[in-house]
T-cell receptor, first 114, second 116 residues
């Protein structure tokens, strides 16, 4: 398996623009997580899905953030409009069944909003 | 909700020495405790985990201990090597229990540097 695949690896955008981050989880995994990592706040859980259904989005910072999982093999995290404080590394992770099997993280998308 | 504290934030050791990273958790219902290693430019990678029915687990140079009473767990790396240099995260979750779902709560990370 190729693991969790995220795209793009790097994204530089201007403030106010829409940004879409993409994730392909490991086939057969039924949980998908979006995390944001910054020096100041560490790893923050933004939202997670179970069987394509959003379960907990309490970590989504503002209405500017939205996430979808239209099918078991694809998820997007969208920021509209983007702001400089959104600059961070965004990770997608997937897992099978319950957390006891551990997460597999993607390589992340480094977002820079100028 | 769960809160996980991790110490130290940075750790520097000489090659061949041991390194210990400690974490405490707040939710007594947490029963699954993984450790992740994050190398520069990569996502965190699971290196070892332990469940609450076990007090210690070893995998070659890496071991994890768990004290449920005190609600703390630790990562031990022996005979450290330069390739062990990375950021290490502890985490906790309530595996299989309602209300916690599948959600891991992470510590703030420890930057380990192994010096030659």
């Amino acid at each position: 398996d190729a693991g969790v695949i995220q795209s793009p690896r790097h994204e530089v955008t201007e403030m106010g623009q829409e940004v879409t981050l993409r994730c392909k989880p490991i086939s057969g995994h039924d949980y998908l997580f979006w995390y944001r990592q910054t020096m100041m706040r560490g790893l923050e859980l933004l939202i997670y899905f179970n069987n394509n259904v959003p379960i907990d989005d309490s970590g989504m910072p503002e209405d500017r953030f939205s996430a979808k999982m239209p099918n078991a093999s694809f998820s997007t995290l969208k920021i509209q409009p983007s702001e400089p404080r959104d600059s961070a590394v965004y990770f997608c992770a997937s897992s099978f069944n319950r957390g006891g099997y551990g997460y597999t993280f993607g390589s992340g998308t480094r977002l820079t909003v100028v | 909700g769960e809160n996980v504290e991790q110490h130290p934030s940075t750790l520097s050791v000489q090659e061949g020495d041991s390194a210990v990273i400690k974490c405490t958790y707040s939710d007594s219902a947490s029963n699954y405790f993984p450790w992740y290693k994050q190398e520069l430019g990569k996502g965190p990678q699971l290196i070892i985990d332990i469940r609450s029915n076990v007090g210690e687990k070893k995998d070659q140079r890496i071991a994890v201990t768990l004290n449920k009473t005190a609600k703390h767990f630790s990562l031990h790396i022996t005979e450290t090597q330069p390739e062990d240099s990375a950021v290490y995260f502890c985490a906790a979750s309530r595996e299989g229990l309602t209300g916690g779902g599948n959600k891991l709560t992470f510590g703030t990370g420890t930057q380990l540097k192994v010096e030659l």
